[in-house]
């Protein structure tokens, strides 16, 4: 019974890392009117930002934390142009899961994984 609760124990250990970096990757992102706003893609504690609009002055890349429900943004152009704080993972009934970006006030996009 031991070795199984210790196989069992070193097996969800082994997952966490998984777990916690369910944010990583290419996220297609939505505004408050549903309209495609453009591309999020997080790896490691970097992010980048495409907008579908020529010229948007929130394109670019920045640096953020990881957290446990999502990440933080440190600076960047969409954290100093579109006051965004926060990307929260939350549940979604189509996708499964989906990035929540949030500003001190409001939820300003919705993005889904690509």
């Known amino acids: 019974m031991r070795r199984f609760a210790l196989c069992l124990a070193i097996t969800a250990l082994s997952a ?3 777990l916690a970096q369910a944010y990583q990757g290419n ?13 999020l893609t997080i790896y490691g504690q970097v992010y980048g930002w495409a907008s579908r609009a ?4 929130n394109s670019g890349t920045g640096t953020l934390t990881p957290y446990q429900d999502g990440v933080g943004f440190n600076d960047g152009n969409l954290r ?3 006051a965004v704080q926060a990307g929260r993972l939350i549940d979604d009934a189509n996708f499964g899961t989906a990035l929540q ?3 001190a006030d409001t939820i300003v996009m919705l993005c889904h994984p690509r």
């Open 16 to 18: 966490m890392p998984a």
């Open 27 to 39: 996220w297609s992102c939505r505004d408050a009117t549903t309209n495609r706003v453009g591309i």
């Open 54 to 57: 020529a010229n948007d002055p």
């Open 80 to 82: 100093a142009n579109s």
């Open 101 to 103: 970006l949030e500003t």
